[in-house]
């Protein structure tokens, strides 16, 4: 490429952070600026997500106050919904509650949902009470909230309250929309939901699967029930976790592609950690490299270990494909040199 601008700059900054190379993106954020590129919003947009991923909080506010002082940007909404998402994963609710009282702007939704996430993630039923109440004003046919906040009681064991969240969104109308993931094989995507058994395969499918649990429980897998949020008992729970919507596309994936070839899944909602736990096995287990796509970022599986770094659940990982990010990052620099010259 002759001419680099900023806009891709950006794009690579965003993809190497998005895949899990944070300090590999943050270097190249560092080479920009000698070049004399100067970094617009969507730069440090690129950033503050980087750091969320990465867990690296006072990094984050480190960028996010260079955004003024430095380089004289005003932080949109979006830098602060990046801000919030950053502090709330972080466990640091209250500091993130304050950070929307405070910006110069009205939240929006989704500032108030990356906050409602994170009371989600880390049980503060009492916060996620207020933040819904503020969500409901601004998108009150919005499934998503509703359900958040009664998974936050489902999982503190409140289940009438999780009951009557639910009773008030069949009152309301409002349907939540069913996890579903796709995969494509041989240019047909097939589409699976929790439980499926209309695929022409799913015997196969189940079967698959069935091997594939005796194969993790080996390697020390138990199943995470508290992911699953209805008051039944652990053995029923259990069987919900087995067959979600990604473990069944990726089963399908593995009896019907060829041993190199990678796995490629889109799920239209966050990926549980269960799965995730499951998919890091499964990778290791068949030495399949498998990509998921969630409602929130890319899930790269590879040798046991996932390009997130299991931020979320906490692991050290690493992901193979690293010799070619090192590649492009290598055009990039020596672009850099001839640049300068």
């Keep these: 490429m002759k001419e680099k601008d900023q806009v891709v700059w950006n794009a690579i900054i965003s993809g190497l952070a998005m895949n899990g190379y944070v300090k590999i993106s943050f270097g190249l954020f ?8 100067e970094p ?4 440090f947009i690129a950033r503050l997500c980087g750091c969320t991923y990465a867990g690296l909080v006072d990094e984050g506010k480190q960028y996010f106050n260079r955004m003024d002082r430095v380089f004289s940007l005003t932080p949109t909404v979006e830098h602060y919904r990046c801000m919030v998402d950053l502090l709330g994963l972080a466990g640091l609710l209250d500091e993130a509650h ?3 009282r405070n910006m110069p702007m009205e939240a929006n939704a989704i500032v108030w949902g990356a906050l409602l996430a994170a009371c989600r993630i880390h049980r503060d039923t009492q916060l996620a009470e207020l933040v819904l109440k503020q969500l409901i004003e601004l998108e009150p046919w919005n499934s998503s909230n509703y359900v958040l906040l009664s998974n936050i009681y489902s ?7 999780a009951a009557k969240i639910r009773l008030s969104m069949n009152e309301k109308g409002i349907q939540k929309p069913p996890g579903c993931s796709w995969i494509e094989v ?3 995507v097939h589409e699976f939901l929790v439980g499926d058994k209309y695929h022409p395969l799913s015997e196969k499918i189940y079967a698959k699967l069935d091997e594939l649990t005796k194969k993790m429980n080996v390697a020390g897998y138990t199943p995470t029930t508290d ?5 039944i008992e652990e053995e029923e729970k259990e069987h919900f976790l087995g067959c979600h919507s990604e473990k069944l596309a990726i089963a399908f994936g593995l009896i019907s592609t060829p041993p190199t070839t990678v796995i490629r899944v889109v799920k239209n909602l ?12 499964i990778s290791n287990i068949t030495g399949r490299e498998i990509t998921v796509r969630d409602n929130n970022r890319f899930h ?14 906490i692991n050290n990982g690493k992901f193979n494909i690293t010799s070619c990010f090192r590649f492009l990052i290598s055009l990039f620099v020596s672009g850099l040199v001839q640049d300068k010259a």
Aim: proline share 0%; charged share 25%; aromatic share 10%.
């Design 30 to 37: 560092g080479q920009v600026e000698k070049i004399g590129i």
């Design 40 to 43: 617009d919003g969507n730069t």
């Design 98 to 100: 304050q950070m929307i």
């Design 155 to 161: 999982t503190d064991l409140k289940w009438d309250e």
């Design 186 to 188: 041989d240019g047909i």
């Design 227 to 231: 992911y699953v949020l209805f008051d």
């Design 270 to 281: 966050r990926v549980c950690g269960d799965c995730h736990m499951a998919i890091k096995l």
């Design 300 to 313: 790269c599986f590879c040798e046991g270990s996932c390009s997130c770094n299991d931020y979320w659940c």
